[in-house]
């Protein structure tokens, strides 16, 4: 697949996540006697295609639109417009439709034969596709696929992944903390459970900031067999909260106002969304700034990532894979957040990385 992409370099992108992603597990086979890459993918939750600048979007990411230069960048990528089928689809190789959370392979017990209807098989998925050519693989972020938990650190099911120690299972959580215990929440509500709150986050704590270190902590701890390593961030998943300096940047940034968003219900079909109250211009222009600032600092530690691996000599042996779980909606069509296929929600930025392998 990625000689046929090469190939083809205005190729579009209507290529089913999950399938692309399984074949880099191939890549190994594919060249043999070159030394086998390391491969980091890298998920955002709720991230539009349109919104990185590579995209079109309406701020700068230089770091995410300096991979789309040097590789390759999808222009037609769908999804499902949700989060765990997504998730699933990038680890089976299924389309989503044909996997259910509660039927995804648990530990190994045999292998299953794979089919349109049945259960995935476990040698199937891309961490355990991956270790049979010596890779070894490892999680840490959002997982969202280990039932109702939340947050949930460390789920059982591991599906491949050695070691999940800061993966956790749901929620979009902003503030992070290390205890001789483990990892957990850092904000708290007056009760004492964990809150999405942010109050004194910063580059240390603050969610994505905290993840990038994990990546950032591998990288130099592991130098010798290739790695698979998959970040999933939060973020810019709602609520639409950032630290500083981030949270004003964007302060006076005008966000554009979709035609969509005046679409009367009669114009809306029953798919779309129809029932409830719509969204105003107001609101759009109040929400907007500070989900630049979340997808700004994303494109930040991307870079903080990029530059870890360049001063490790690794970068151009590492391929590199970006993309997201679904978009947001930001206003289109009167709505927020995703779970209908309009384009907004369903289409979705794809970013491949591999000096050698994927010319730019």
Known sequence: MLDYCARRPGLPGRLFIGGCLLSLALLPRLDAAADRPNVLVILADDLGYSDLGCYGG????????????????????????????????????????????????????????????????????????????????????????????????????????????????????KKFENTPD????????????????????????????????????????????????????????GPNTVRKPYDTMYADAKAPIPRSIEKTLAQTPKWGGRAGPRLTADTVRAIMPKYYGMVKCLDDNVGRILETLRKEGRLDRTLIVFTSDHGDLCGEHGRLNKGVPYEGSARIPFLLHCPGKVPA
């Open 58 to 173: 309406e701020i700068e990411t230089p770091n995410l639109d300096a991979l789309a230069r040097a590789g390759l960048r999808f222009t037609q990528f769908y999804n499902t417009a949700r989060c765990w089928p997504t998730r699933a689809a990038i680890l089976t190789g299924y389309y989503a439709q044909q996997v259910r959370r509660d039927k995804l392979p648990d530990l190994p017990k045999g292998v299953r034969t794979g089919g349109v209807g049945r259960r995935p098989s476990w040698a199937q998925l891309l961490p355990v596709m991956l270790k049979a050519t010596g890779y070894r693989s490892y999680h840490s972020g959002k997982w969202h696929l280990d039932g109702s938990g939340k947050p949930q650190w460390e789920p059982k099911r591991r599906f491949g992944f050695e070691d999940n120690r800061f993966m956790f299972n749901r929620g979009h959580w």
């Open 182 to 237: 483990g990892p957990r929440i850092a904000s708290r509500n007056k009760q004492g459970r964990a809150d999405y709150g942010l109050v004194g986050a910063d580059e240390k704590s603050f969610a994505t900031d905290w993840l990038t270190d994990k990546v950032i902590d591998f990288v130099k701890a592991n130098k010798g067999k290739p790695f698979c390593y998959m970040v999933s961030y939060p973020d810019p998943h």
